[in-house]
């Protein structure tokens, strides 16, 4: 029994090893000798791309900030009209890209655009009579991030004042409060870990993304790796950047949780049988329906309609053999990657499990091959594949000299060159979310089915297979679902790690986003959008189930 938990924790340092070495990659690759590049760009427009970067972070957290806790606040403590539906649909704007919102928008409210033409027909002005602002700034991109991310803090602070404690909402009303004051002293303190965690989200993934401030010509840190590695051909100068990356992300997780650090609350959850909500009349009715409805509209409605209709338009120019070879590179990489996630997960969690029993250090030791697994979600996606890509260099170049050496002649770029370099940093980047669905389906397995198993003669291998497996099936599918659509979304990596004359659905529709003809690419774009709808649905249903 002892030798196989000794080769179970092998196994598992040896995976939790791996997925951490990119990671080590860009430090290890950003710490060497500065280059000639690194000092220009330095010198030059890196202080500006890092300012860029600080106003996008700051401007997009403060307008899901305005957008999303607002919105929460009204589905947990107002009573509206259609509320059951806007409270899920509320959350559907996360399901659409940035870059593809940010097209339509800009399509709309252009020069060429029909807002434009139909107010200078309608008002008869000429273009020098009046000024329209232009959605292609820096603003615009905060605006168009905002209507897509806000979710993360309407989901997170929704569901910590749905916890609140109903005692203290009524003894805040019996000292005359109004909602506004019961608002700003009661639920807002108490819901502000679940605020400081959904901004802490939103600014990750305003931080790395890509395709909204590339199409917006908006220079930021993350278009900078991008450049550097394509436009350069630089790998250290982009690791180097990256490393800064790195470091920002690792800032913006230790203030959330410096934020947060000596709030502790114990509190009662609403009664299921009491409705203390406020009934909204009138004028403040009114403006809560046109606000949260307005949200869905711009950030979901309006766009999905948009691309039904290009769709519709352009069916026979987007059903072509390219959308078909793509939709496949797509579900087999996503299907890889969700295998192989799935196992790495049951492997971490497992060990953990068999550690369980022992002394409070092996029982720590034996949690750090789980985190270790789980560090690769918090990076960038175009930081991760800098990381990736220095990795897998170094393995071809190895192999191939070894080749060399051993007279076998060069095998070429075995893993830089194929599939297995972008299945590697899906895998790294979302190994997590598997993880965190094994673990929350194994906590559940009571401790006494592992004695009964030791009992009846199974060995480790036995145990898991015949009682484990079967029991946390259920919410490891669940969670292979979710590694499946994150990776069939996923656009950063899969530009920087794709193998030549290789798309995937994403990349195939910013390719065509970048040249301004996201009509011909919108059924795959409807295709990605149906997609991400499937983990909001599980999410939103959670949370129906829990309150």
Request: overall charge neutral; glycine content about 6%.
């Given at each position: ?10 196994a ?16 290890y ?12 760009l ?16 700051v ?15 009204l ?5 509206l ?8 649909a509320?959350?559907?704007p996360?399901?659409?890209?940035g ?12 020069f ?21 602002p ?5 603003p ?7 209507l ?13 004042f749905?916890?609140?404690?109903s005692?203290l ?7 005359k ?22 901004l ?32 350069y ?7 180097k950047?990256s490393a ?5 992300v690792?800032l ?13 609350h ?7 049988h009491?409705?203390?909500r406020?009934?909204l009349?009138?004028w ?16 979901f ?9 290009y ?6 120019r ?57 560090l690769?979600?918090?990076v960038?996606?175009?930081?991760l594949?800098?990381?990736?890509m ?19 002649g060069?095998p070429?770029?075995?893993f830089?060159?194929t599939?297995?370099?972008?299945i590697?940093?899906?895998t790294?980047?979302f ?9 929350s389906?194994l906590?559940?397995?009571?401790p ?19 009682v ?16 499946f ?35 011909l690419?919108?059924?795959p ?6 997609v ?5 649905i599980?999410?939103?249903r ?6």
């Open positions: 029994m002892k030798e196989n938990n000794s080769s179970w924790k092998v598992s340092w040896s995976v939790a090893a791996l997925l951490v070495l990119p990671i080590l990659a860009i430090f690759t950003a710490i060497g000798e500065s280059d000639e590049l690194f000092r220009h330095f010198s030059t427009v890196l202080p500006t791309y890092t300012w860029n970067t600080f106003l996008l972070v401007g997009t957290m403060f307008l899901s900030l305005v957008f999303g806790l607002p919105s929460a606040w589905m947990a403590m107002c009573r009209p259609g509320e059951k539906v806007l409270q899920w509320l959350v559907l996360l399901a659409m890209p870059y593809i919102v940010g097209y339509i928008y800009t399509d709309w409210f252009d060429a655009g029909p807002i434009q033409i139909w107010l200078r027909n309608t008002l008869d002005l000429t273009p020098q009579q009046y000024w329209f232009d959605l292609r700034t820096l615009g991109a905060m605006t168009i991030l905002a897509v991310l806000y979710p993360y803090v309407y989901l997170l602070a929704r569901s910590a749905m916890e609140q404690s005692s909402l009524q003894s805040a009303r019996l000292l409060c109004t909602p506004w004051q019961s608002f700003v002293r009661v639920s807002l303190p108490l819901a502000r870990p679940a605020i400081a965690v959904g802490s989200l939103v600014a990750m993934e305003t931080l790395g993304d890509f395709g909204t401030v590339s199409y917006f010509a908006v220079s930021t840190l993350t278009t900078a790796v991008y450049d550097t590695w394509l436009g051909s630089n790998l250290t100068a982009a690791a950047i800064i990356m790195l470091l920002v690792v913006l997780l230790s203030a959330e949780r410096y934020s947060r650090r000596k709030q502790k114990f509190q009662a959850q609403f009664s299921s009491e409705d203390n406020y009934a009349r009138g403040k009715k009114l403006f809560a329906l046109i606000w949260c409805w307005g949200l869905v509209l711009a950030g409605v309006l766009p999905i309609m948009q691309l039904v209709n769709a519709c338009r352009y069916f026979d987007s059903w072509t053999l390219e959308f078909h070879e793509y939709s496949l590179n797509s579900l087999k990489v996503s299907f890889s990657v969700a295998v192989v996630c799935v196992v790495i997960a049951l492997l971490v969690n497992f060990y953990q499990r068999l550690m369980a029993q022992g002394d409070d250090r092996t029982i720590t030791s034996s949690s750090f091959p789980m985190r270790l697994s789980s690769g979600y918090a960038p996606g175009t930081v594949a800098i990381g990736i220095v990795a897998v260099l170094t393995l071809d170049h190895s192999v191939n000299d070894l080749a060399k050496l051993m007279e076998w060069r070429g770029l075995i830089s060159g599939m297995f370099a972008l590697f940093a899906l790294v980047r190994a997590a979310v598997a993880v965190g669905g094994v673990e389906g906590a559940k397995v009571s006494n089915l592992d004695m009964a198993a030791r009992t009846m003669g199974c060995n480790t291998t036995q145990m898991l297979k015949r484990h497996i079967p029991l946390v099936m259920r919410g490891a599918l669940i969670a292979g679902l979710l590694v659509i994150e990776s069939m979304k996923e656009l950063n990596a899969s530009i920087l790690l794709r193998p030549f004359n290789f798309e995937t659905l994403a990349t195939y529709v910013y390719n065509y986003v970048s040249d301004q003809q996201l009509e690419a919108a059924l774009a409807i295709l990605l959008v149906l991400g709808l499937i983990p909001l599980l999410v939103n959670s949370l129906e189930k829990v309150h």
